[in-house]
């Protein structure tokens, strides 16, 4: 059985992106990206909500043939390209890229999927990851702390839970930039 596996980026006061959407500030580097290239490489799947995809699918499809991407960058482009993906969205109703579109996040069906084959899904986007938290369908967080400030923005948790849920330390890795990887799984 697999697991949901959110995979996000905050800055250390908790945005995922600033007020007008942008998330250029990462601290992104090579060491980080060859991490994340592996990582997601082991993953079975994608799961993103429609403007997460529409915004992988923008940059990703053709990123390699961008005589100045670097080594990590061309290789994740392959990789995204090859993995499955799943968009959750209500207006969308057909996606390129090896995609399938769902409009409407049914728990049962996401335990299906999630079940249906060995390996994990990476959970990206931050409305979907609200409703996947709602449903308590994230079996663990991997939450990438930059070291910015701000200010303002979008929060990655807006939502305030309803019961209190543990958690436990599977790693942390501190890379060269100062970000910092959490990784923890749930209790169940």
């Not at 908790?14 to 007020?19: I, R």
């Not at 601290?27 to 997601?40: A, P």
């Not at 990703?60 to 960058?73: E, H, I, Q, R, Y």
């Amino acid at each position: 059985m697999g697991k949901i596996v959110l995979m996000m980026s905050v800055s250390l006061d908790g945005f995922m992106e600033t007020e007008d959407r942008d998330i250029g500030w990462g601290r992104v580097d090579e060491e980080l990206h060859s991490d994340l290239n592996e990582v997601v490489r082991g993953m079975r799947g994608l799961l993103s909500g429609r403007v997460t995809h529409e915004l992988m699918a923008r940059y990703w499809p053709t990123a390699d043939a961008d005589p100045g991407a670097s080594p990590a960058v061309a290789e994740f482009a392959g990789i995204w390209r090859s993995l499955p993906k799943t968009v959750y969205s209500r207006t969308l109703r057909s996606a390129e890229w090896n995609t399938t579109v769902v409009h409407e996040v049914v728990p049962e069906e996401v335990a299906a999927l999630r079940d249906a084959a060995p390996g994990d899904l990476a959970l990206g986007g931050a409305d979907l990851a609200d409703t996947f938290l709602r449903h308590d369908l994230v079996d663990e967080f991997r939450i990438l702390v930059h070291p910015v400030l701000l200010g303002r923005g979008r929060p990655l948790f807006r939502s305030p839970r309803e019961e209190r849920r543990d958690l436990e330390l599977v790693a942390t890795r501190t890379y060269g930039g100062g970000v910092v990887l959490l990784h923890h799984a749930r209790r169940r």
